[in-house]
């Protein structure tokens, strides 16, 4: 099955595969389909009608917390996430009842701990977005999260920061979220310079802001207490990958 890459487009390919009677299924995006060997391929036209109808199954046989964590799998970006999808949907619309707490088998708990895995990065990053005020007054933050996480943290910043204008960037993904004050939207952006570099950041960011970047620091560091230190539990609960877009975890001037 070959689709758009958006989930609209692979509820399709889920309609298409019951429609043809499809049993061995692999997903492929169209950007990078490299069709296996002795495969035939399926190319998949979104359509907002079947993707209703496989919707519309689904939120018959699941809670809304077992639609929200087939979404997250999605998001996930993991190797093989479309396959596992696959499974735990050909498993709800096999049996007649609820089968989010059957976790003898397989499929749903691939599914409930992936989705786990990526909640818990959506919570890290509510949590570790620093934004940086730029000369035109938009409050702008970079991330890098291993999975594509911006459509799960979009409504916390939009009702935590809903008087501000902000950008929030995935470096990685090459897009963002922009609040206008009013509405969300998706924007790509290209940046000449790196993202996160030094350069550009002082070429976009306020004049105050390396002041006010270095009250944080020093905040930062004066509550922490050095007889407490623990830097493995801290790891664990900031892990080394986010450090990069931390002012707190930068070196003082």
């Known amino acids: 099955m070959i689709y758009d890459g958006t989930y609209q487009g692979w509820l399709t390919a889920i309609f298409d595969s019951y429609d043809h009677k499809l049993n061995e299924v692999c ?43 087939l979404y997250n799998i999605y998001l996930s970006e993991e190797e093989k996430s479309e396959e596992m999808m696959w499974r735990f949907v050909k498993y709800v619309f096999e049996c007649k009842d609820n089968i989010e707490q059957n976790f003898s088998n397989s499929a749903v708990w691939d599914v409930k701990k992936l989705a786990k895995k990526v909640k818990r990065e959506a919570h890290r990053m509510e949590a570790f977005v620093r934004f940086k005020l730029t000369k035109d007054h938009l409050f702008y933050a970079i991330i890098e999260p291993d999975h594509n996480v911006l459509p799960l943290i979009e409504g916390h910043f939009k009702g935590r920061y809903a008087d501000q204008r902000w950008l929030i960037y995935d470096a990685r993904r090459k897009y963002g979220i922009y609040y206008d004050l009013e509405t969300v939207t998706t924007v790509e952006l290209e940046f000449k310079l790196g993202a996160g570099s030094a350069k550009a950041i002082a070429e976009i960011c306020d004049e105050r802001e390396e002041f006010f970047q270095e009250l944080w620091r020093r905040y930062f ?11 493995r539990l801290h790891i664990q609960h900031m892990p080394k990958r986010y450090w990069k877009h931390l002012p707190e975890k930068m070196p003082e001037n």
């Not at 490299?34 to 079947?50: C, G, M, N, Q, R």
């Not at 993707?51 to 077992?66: C, D, F, I, P, Y």
């Open 27 to 69: 997903f492929l995006k169209e950007k990078t389909a490299s069709i296996p060997l002795f495969a035939t391929p399926h190319y998949v036209i979104t359509d907002e009608i079947k993707a209703t109808r496989v919707m519309k199954g689904l939120k018959q046989r699941l809670s809304a917390e077992g639609l929200k964590n």
């Open 221 to 231: 560091s004066s509550v922490n207490i050095k007889a407490r230190k623990n830097m």
